[in-house]
């Protein structure tokens, strides 16, 4: 029997988090800059301010300098931090940092781990994940064409990518490619650590995507002759399409659990403007029509908590959560989407100005629907699996607790 309730522990974790903040996080908001997110010189005395208060990097395992406090207490921090855009990063788990720490964290070696995982878990690195390939469809990285070849002990990597989130000053890249054609489609690919200094790496350009909160940019980059060592291999030979999964699978969760934090924000931005702005001798939360906006959104955003901590319970419990996770990726999607538009439209046009967080979320948001999977896929494998219950007579047995 699952219970959402916060024990004493999380409370105390939720306060901290909820004064800093207040205090550091709110106020600094409007020295956000679009591509580039903050500034350092007031990123780093924020980010110094979450480590002392022990929390930062909550994805991450304590033996790295994460907090180590699983699935269900990490969505509840979530919902906090994510009520700012520049919050991941203040609480030093934005993506794709957070996605590609998780994977070193479960696949490299003693000698990755110190070399990559260390500086990234502290926010001294960035890096990026350079998987989909303007050729073949991202949704189904089975088609992967770029490859790698093996020259004596080094691996000869040459590939096209996009949309590699944060490429432009990223240390290092972890790039999947094709190792072994002939394989099944689930084995033919590998995962390899580049520097980005290495010359037969290039970042071509930042591709213009709607949405402004990622340093770093989605970019076009080129593997050339790109030379790695043996050792740079992340995982197993062939193993590539189970570690990406492995990083979407809690890469989609903390999506999720953000998005709820988004919602709360532009929902609470809503409410405040409605009961202060007036529409002839009323104010517009007085308006019928401005109380549905409300109580949808409300209704909305607790279904997809509910259904995202239910998610994030079973990750706790050692269940991949597959179906549970495909959910709340189209789900919470959608009802981001739904309520940032609807607060954007109690505002009117002041919602639309870069004076309000509304317009930049709402930008960001409709990505939310493509990225790690997009909505269709997601829904394709929740129908699949039903199907499939059916078939075996199992449809609706020992669904829930
Ligand atoms: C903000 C953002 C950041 C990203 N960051 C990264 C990154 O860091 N690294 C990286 O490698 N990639 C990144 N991506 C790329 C992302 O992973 C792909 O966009 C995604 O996998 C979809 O692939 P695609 O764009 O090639 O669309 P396609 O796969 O070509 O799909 C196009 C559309 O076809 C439909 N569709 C696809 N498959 C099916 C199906 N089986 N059944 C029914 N309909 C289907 C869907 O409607 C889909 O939207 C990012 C994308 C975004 C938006």
Redesign the pocket.
Known sequence: MFDFCPNEEQKLMLEKATEIMEKYVYPNEKYMVPHRGLPNEILKPLQEIVKKEGLWAGHLQKEVGGMGIGFLSLGLLSEVIARSPIGPYVFGSMA?DAGNGEILWHAATKEQKEKYLIPLANGDIRS?????EPEV????PRMLQGKAEKDGNEWVINAN?W????AVGAAFAIAMVVTDPDNDPHHRTSLFIVDTNNPGFEVVREVP?M?DHYPGG?CEVRFTNCRVREEDMLGKRGEGFKLAQLRLGPGRITHAMRWIGVAHRCLQESVDFAQERKAGDKTLAESQIIQNFIADSEAEIQAARLLTLQAAWRMDQGDEARSEVSIIKFFGAKVLNDVIDRSIQVHGMYGLTPNKVLEGFYREAR?AR????????HR?VVARQILKENKQNRLGRGVTV
């Not at 990026?128 to 989909?132: G, K, L, S, Y």
């Not at 469809?137 to 189904?140: A, H, N, R, V």
Request: one cysteine or more.
């Open positions: 794709p990026c994940f350079a998987m989909t469809s991202g949704s189904d990518k949309y590699t989130t944060g995507v949405g989605h990505a493509i990225y790690d999977g997009a909505d269709e896929v394709m």
